[in-house]
Each structure stands twice: as structure tokens, then as C-alpha cells.
């Protein structure tokens, strides 16, 4: 197939070679069939051994088999080819952003995400469907998002992440049967609350042999927020 691979909605063209046994130099005859998945795309005349036949039927995203059969004639018998042809699918624009980074453990988290054609896809081309996942350092952090033409939104955590550190959160779209997958990452870093210790004892002062007690409070600073 050329060219090969072909974009979604691109024309390509098949081409089928016979050579026929060395030191032969029959030029075969009769007309080449091909079908592209088992099904029937229409068929060609063999020229100079050879066999083009021009393809507009639109086909999915993915890997297709090919096949080109040539019946045979008064000198040869026929003969069945098969292989592949690729077609990729329209490239997505995935945008994945936080409202905050680094964030103190507790503090709100909101995700942004828009998912569309990117600028380099055919004017008027369908835009995305499928699903996009959400995933902090590979759990799953949400449902899967359904996607119908495209999308754009964001998530809300109200109390943050669930623990401090280094979060690897990845933002996957499935593809569909037009359009290439694609991943966005952020690596979204949260600190640990900061804290103030007091210690004091009682009585104070105190005198020697006397018992005492010793108290430490901890305090943990409340209201850390972004919207």
C-alpha cells in the first residue's frame, strides 16, 4: 500500500506485483481482485505484471489485512497475496494542568483537562470520543471521563491528595476509531503540614524533689486553601 502508513479519510493505493519463473518472460494476463479486512474493495487489470487499484473507502484507525488474488491463466495457476496496511488516526491536543503545585498536604486540588483536534487535523474533522482516565501514580483517581466531541472540565479534591510526596498524575485518552491516544503528565509535589511544638511544665518554677508535669502541644496550621 502507498502511502503506507495512510492517514484516516486518505486516499492510498494497492499495488500487487507477479514475477512471473526466472528465465520466463510471459507477460501475465486477466485481472487482480482486492479486499481489504475479507471485504471486497473492487479489482484491477494486470499491466506489465502489475496491478493498481485506487482506495477511497474511509477505514478506522488501526491495522487492516490486505489481499490481492489473481485468478491464474493459460500458463500459470493463481495465486493469493496478503498483508498489512496501517492507518493513523487524527492527532488530539491534551491539555492537563493543577491549580497549584507544590501544594501543602490537605490543601484543595483542582484538575484542569481539555481534550480536542489538535491544529494540525483537517479542518471539519470529528472531534475526540472515548474516555479519559485519571491516574495518581497508576490508580486510578477518578471513574473514567466520557468523552463525546471533545471535551473540557476539571475535578475537584476538596482535602487535596491522600498523602505527601511526589504524585506522578496522568491524564490518558483511549483514541477512538479517528483518533490517535494521547497522555498528558503532571508531577504534582505535596508537602507535609508544617506543625509548632510548645513544651511547658507545671508548677514552674518548681523545687528540687517536687514532682511535675510536663505537657507538649502541637499545633497544626488550619485554613490552607486554594480555590
Known amino acids: ?41 473492487g479489482s484491477a487489470p494486470l499491466v506489465s505484471n502489475t496491478a493498481s487499484l485506487n482506495i477511497t473507502t474511509q477505514l478506522t484507525r488501526g491495522t487492516h489485512r490486505i489481499f490481492a488474488t489473481w485468478s491464474g491463466d493459460s ?37 484542569l483537562y481539555t481534550l480536542l483536534n489538535a491544529t494540525s487535523a483537517p479542518a471539519g474533522s470529528p472531534q475526540p470520543s472515548g474516555t479519559l482516565t485519571i491516574t495518581d501514580n497508576g490508580t486510578n483517581l477518578l471513574a473514567p471521563i466520557t468523552v463525546t466531541n471533545g471535551v473540557g472540565g476539571s475535578t475537584f479534591f476538596a482535602s487535596g491528595l491522600t498523602a505527601a510526596g511526589q504524585h506522578n498524575l496522568v491524564a490518558s485518552y483511549s483514541g477512538d476509531s479517528l483518533h ?7 508531577v504534582e509535589n505535596i508537602t507535609p503540614i508544617s506543625s509548632a511544638t510548645a513544651v511547658q511544665t507545671s508548677p514552674n518554677p518548681s523545687v528540687y524533689g517536687q514532682s511535675i508535669t510536663i505537657s507538649a502541644n502541637v499545633a497544626i496550621p488550619i485554613g490552607n486553601s486554594l480555590g
Open 180 to 186: 490517535e491516544p494521547a497522555s498528558a503528565t503532571i
Open 75 to 111: 500458463n500459470y495457476s493463481g495465486v493469493f497475496l496478503n498483508g498489512f496496511h496501517a492507518v493513523t488516526g487524527y492527532p488530539v491536543a491534551l491539555t492537563f494542568t493543577s491549580s497549584g503545585n507544590p501544594l501543602v498536604f490537605g490543601q484543595q486540588l483542582r484538575l
Open 1 to 41: 500500500a502507498s502511502p503506507e502508513p495512510s492517514a484516516v479519510q486518505q486516499p492510498f493505493t494497492l499495488t500487487a506485483t507477479f514475477t512471473p519463473p526466472a528465465n520466463a518472460s510471459a507477460s501475465l494476463g486477466g485481472t487482480v481482485s482486492f479486499s481489504i479486512d475479507t471485504n471486497a474493495v
